[in-house]
């Protein structure tokens, strides 16, 4: 049985008992949030309205079960995937900031966001510097606690969409926002050796109502490898993050350009969405330069509620009749085809695709109970840097093809 490095054997049960217990009972801070405008930060506290401070936090517990076919080997294990605190408040009216903190499985506490935003007046752009998320994809923008799956997509992870310390300007109208940085390595590590990045979004929805949303949407990144770390690398695993990783170029690239579009459109309560990336790697020991693709397509439908679209990206969903006002709450459905592919030109870093189906009960609009299930199939490749022990074996047996599947189950809130 393989587990995660994660909490005892005892600990995330209790936990995650005592969270589904608190989902269902619904504690006085979350359902005092149901008639809140959809926002990722709770209303001020009264004791702190002279100081204009707000807070803000989440916690999602999971569950995961599944097994590698070829390998013969289960990743099962609880784990707290989310536990984040944030704090927020005004320098001035025109002068906001925010910090954001996690706490992991061991205990340890480390830096999510921490970010000063600027609205100058008569400007109709905002400037943010600080440790933030290069702006880029659908997907990635979509905060996790409204994401339709429980992992987001494969390419997400393969090209690296993370946190780091930058400075960014954004625009948004009616129909269309825009986005941009130039970004650093991490603040926590390496923030002045961690490469280089530039990236970019915008979106546009020519129809955006309660009822119909037409989303279109384009991203740019120009990536320089971690001086410290070496060259960039291409990896991900089977859905799952307890999993090990199952493909991986090893480390290639001095330097990446990644292109993505995305679309999406909801009516009444169905949805539809998808993207498409490719990422043209700058590979000097290749003998000639690849390229690597990554996708997904989804369909969903909600009971009881509708997804909501805001700011060039999904928001809150709203549950029509919460637990809190005698309702049953909302349900959610969705199907998922998701891809990446790691074979171009003379690398063969492998390729993963994978089927998911979901389904979400939203008691309120800040609690969430989703199970998930999914099939992961792989053509391993033929590069090792990275995997699992139990994948870098199949390849020494010459078997290149790997099958995962199991399911998740997570319990979240936030307020």
Not at 65 to 81: G, I, L, T
Not at 172 to 187: E, K
């Amino acid at each position: 049985m393989k587990k995660s490095p994660a909490l005892n054997q005892n600990k995330p049960v209790v936990i995650f008992v005592a969270l589904s217990a608190f989902a269902l009972i619904q504690s006085p801070l979350v359902y005092a949030q149901e008639n809140q405008e959809a926002s990722s930060t709770s209303k001020t506290s009264s004791l702190l309205d002279f100081l204009d401070i707000g807070f803000s936090g989440r916690l999602q517990l999971d569950y995961t079960d599944s097994h590698a076919d070829n390998a013969d080997v289960n990743f099962n294990d609880f784990e707290v995937r989310r536990a984040y605190l944030g704090v927020d408040g005004r320098f001035s009216k025109r002068v906001s900031w925010g910090v954001t903190g996690r706490i992991d499985d061991t205990g340890d506490v480390s830096l999510v966001d921490a970010v000063i935003e600027w609205d100058p007046k008569g400007s109709d752009f905002s400037f943010t510097a600080g440790h933030f998320k290069t702006p880029m994809s659908l997907d990635e923008s979509t905060s996790s606690r409204f994401s339709s799956t429980l992992e987001r997509a494969a390419f997400t992870d393969t090209v690296e969409i993370d946190r780091r310390l930058g400075l960014g300007l954004s625009h948004s109208g009616d129909h269309h926002t825009f986005s941009a940085g130039v970004f650093g390595g991490s603040l926590e590590r390496q923030p002045f050796a961690g490469g280089l990045v530039v990236s970019g979004r915008a979106t546009y929805s020519p129809v955006s109502n309660k009822e119909n949303t037409v989303h279109f949407g384009a991203s740019a990144r120009y990536r320089t490898n971690n001086k410290d770390d070496g060259l960039l690398r291409y990896r991900q695993r089977p859905y799952a993050h307890i999993t090990d990783r199952i493909i991986s170029t090893g480390r290639i690239a001095d330097s990446d350009i990644f292109l993505g579009g995305e679309a999406a459109f909801i009516h009444k309560n169905l949805w539809a969405a998808g993207e498409y990336t490719v990422t043209m790697s700058d590979c000097p020991a290749c003998l000639s330069d690849p390229s690597f693709s990554g996708y997904y397509i989804e369909a969903g439908a909600f009971l009881g509620g509708r997804r909501v679209y805001k700011g060039g990206k999904f928001n809150r969903p709203k549950v029509r009749k919460p637990i809190t006002e005698g309702g049953f709450g909302a349900v959610s459905v969705v199907a998922r085809y998701d891809g990446v592919d790691l074979v171009s030109k003379d690398t063969n870093g492998g390729d993963l695709e994978t089927i998911t189906l979901g389904v979400d009960w939203w008691p309120t609009d800040h609690t969430r109970a989703s199970l998930n299930w999914f099939q992961s199939d792989a053509t391993l490749g033929n590069r090792g840097s990275g995997l699992g022990v139990d994948f870098i074996a199949l390849q020494t047996a010459g078997i290149s093809d790997e099958k995962v599947d199991g399911f998740m189950v997570r319990v979240q809130f936030d307020f």
